[in-house]
């Protein structure tokens, strides 16, 4: 993909916009769709270059899957699916997407042969040691580069009990959670300390269950899993995505109305939280009809918020932060420093050449408020949620703001800078090579 850079020239934005499709609920539907016996129809899916990565993992597995245009962005999944997956020998190349890759890793338990799971960018050195710790006990044969990717994967994976600690990525619980219900026999996932993103955890288990799937949860300190069940092929509708909704209630609490449309506010999506953070620091948020919300700008003030159930929504609240009122503390955010970038590391030092009182510690970020910013020449660090970020603080900076990377949004969000057009952004695009 082309290198893009983006400049903005400052103002504030106004208007409606259509929220896309929640990635996190994306993956998890073609991967149940693909597990089912049956023809499923999953729609309202936008192909992010992650969503692509699990099409493309799941053909690999031997799963047909056509993706039919829409009169809009938004496309339709038919997938035929199949509860006995058949290797194709193909890799699976999961791209940049840490979703696919840890959703996927359990696969390889359910093949008769080696599967090699691939990667780039920082997905390549993202941990993966709670999964070896389960090869190891159950004598799965696995092998790997200096603990980087690629990872060949060969033997089964047996039924019984798994120990994970609690503050891992909720990925490793979604990976066992989908194949664990198709083993011989019961298992059962122990959390031996308190569960962090309890919220992603309850999309999986609710995502499952319309699927036909049932997953007993007790109290999130234990998960039990009956085997032999079956997934059911069925329709379903993705709804839209917090997490991106994020930039724009945030473009509203510091700039003028704009009207978020498609949303889900009875969701089970963790970053639903971005509505109370915004509201508890003075944003005007009211709900209307048909799942939209208005936000409206308000007096912002600071306070303390917890990172650990919402990491991906931690850079553009701090964008918010920086324009409100007092010093914001974000705590218990040692999770943000392996996503795609280093997230304390890359929203410290983009928000800082903006102007902003920011500091970066060990697992915190302590933010004291401005009522503007300056400008300044910014990298995306190959990371969509910074780009996208930054993008939203240009909307109170004083001078111009460029963005180089600006590409990176396609891994969740690719239509991210037309949606910014359509709310009055003043922006030029360029490619910039390879």
Known sequence: ???????????????????????????????????????????NVVLSDDIIATINAMKNFGVEIEVQDNADLRKTAIIKGNKNLVYTGNDIDCNESGSTLRFLIPFAGLMDEEVKFTGKGKLVERP??????????????????????PLVVNGKLKAGEFQLRGDISSQFITGLMFVLPLLDSDSKIIITTDLESKGYVDMTIDTLKVFGILIENKEYKEFYIKGNQAYKAREYKVEGDFSQAAFWIVAGAIGDKIICKDVNL???????????????????????????????????????????????????????ASMSEGETRIINASRLRIKESDRIKSTVSELSKLGADITEHEDSIIINGKTQLTGG??????????????????????LEVEISGAEAVSKSYPHFWEDFKTLGADINEYDTGN
């Open 1 to 43: 993909m082309p290198k893009k850079t983006v400049t903005i020239n400052p103002k504030k934005l106004s208007g409606e916009i259509s929220i896309p499709p929640s990635k996190s609920m994306s993956h998890r539907a073609i991967i149940a769709a693909s597990l089912s016996d049956g023809m499923s129809k999953i729609t």
């Open 128 to 149: 993966l040691d709670v999964y070896y710790e389960i090869f190891d006990k159950q004598n799965i044969s696995y092998r790997n580069e200096e603990n980087k990717l």
């Open 266 to 320: 009875e969701s089970l999506q963790a970053d639903k939280k971005i509505i109370d953070i915004a509201k508890a620091m003075g944003a005007d948020i009211k709900k209307l009809e048909d799942g939209h919300i208005e936000v409206n700008s308000g007096h912002l003030k600071s306070m303390e918020i917890d990172a650990s159930q919402i990491p991906d929504i931690i850079p553009v609240i701090c964008v918010m």
């Open 377 to 398: 020449k910014l990298s995306s660090w190959n990371d969509h949620r910074i780009a996208m970020a930054m993008a939203i603080a240009s909307i109170r900076c004083q």
